[in-house]
T-cell receptor, first 111, second 117 residues
Framework: KQEVTQIPAALSVPEGENLVLNCSFTDSAIYNLQWFRQDPGKGLTSLLLIQSSQREQTSGRLNASLDKSSGRSTLYIAASQPGDSATYLCAVRNAGNMLTFGGGTRLMVKP | GAVVSQHPSWVICKSGTSVKIECRSLDFQATTMFWYRQFPKQSLMLMATSNEGSKATYEQGVEKDKFLINHASLTLSTLTVTSAHPEDSSFYIC?????????????FGEGSRLTVL
């Protein structure tokens, strides 16, 4: 059974800092890995999708890496802004359509 | 990206009543949709996989007679919480995969917050 862990569970940083969110998974036989953002009381917004054959994806100030063999992914956020404050979730897709979610990292960027 | 819409976004009901939540893929067809449940400050837990034209597949521990799922068309899946009780109060989120996209990316609705009094 796939298990996904995110560290840290919560993070508070001053505006402008670069930061890294971590995601680890136990079963490396994944199809893809997806990073999401969730604002309080809202649904999920897809940020980045990394296929199992890829090592990283970039979108604006966000960069996600994937090391499938070690079961790890990181989400790098450059020059953080207060608007980046949210919960960040990583989810792993194994064979089939099922996504397994991590517990999330609650990020607070202080002005 | 593809758009998934949920309705209602929030609902309050009395204990014992039934509540229906709709999940629509607005600009794509989805043969498969997924229903998740999220408790406060917790991550998403998959409840069931909704398959167009066939019965839903429920995860272990999810009562299929309590959480009725219907996927009548390629753009609509519904989740009905029957005889709701306060412990059913939660945030319900659906997702769908755009089968035109080879990436397998999943898109999520905005969620529906259910409060059972």
């Amino acid at each position: 059974k796939q298990e996904v862990t995110q560290i840290p569970a919560a993070l508070s940083v001053p505006e402008g800092e670069n930061l890294v969110l971590n995601c680890s998974f136990t079963d490396s036989a994944i199809y893809n890995l997806q990073w999401f953002r969730q604002d309080p009381g809202k649904g999920l917004t897809s940020l980045l999708l990394i296929q199992s054959s890829q090592r990283e994806q970039t979108s604006g100030r966000l960069n996600a890496s994937l090391d499938k063999s070690s079961g790890r992914s990181t989400l790098y956020i450059a020059a953080s802004q207060p608007g980046d404050s949210a919960t960040y979730l990583c989810a792993v897709r194994n064979a089939g359509n099922m996504l397994t979610f991590g517990g999330g990292t609650r990020l607070m960027v202080k002005p | 990206g593809a758009v998934v819409s949920q309705h209602p976004s929030w609902v309050i009901c009395k204990s014992g009543t039934s509540v229906k939540i709709e999940c629509r893929s607005l600009d794509f067809q989805a043969t498969t949709m997924f229903w998740y449940r999220q408790f406060p400050k917790q991550s998403l837990m998959l409840m069931a996989t909704s398959n167009e034209g066939s019965k839903a597949t429920y995860e272990q521990g999810v009562e299929k007679d309590k959480f009725l799922i219907n996927h009548a068309s390629l753009t609509l899946s519904t989740l009905t919480v029957t005889s709701a009780h306060p412990e059913d109060s939660s945030f319900y989120i659906c997702s769908a995969r755009d089968r035109r996209r080879e990436t397998g990316e999943l898109f999520f609705g905005e969620g529906s917050r259910l409060t059972v009094l």
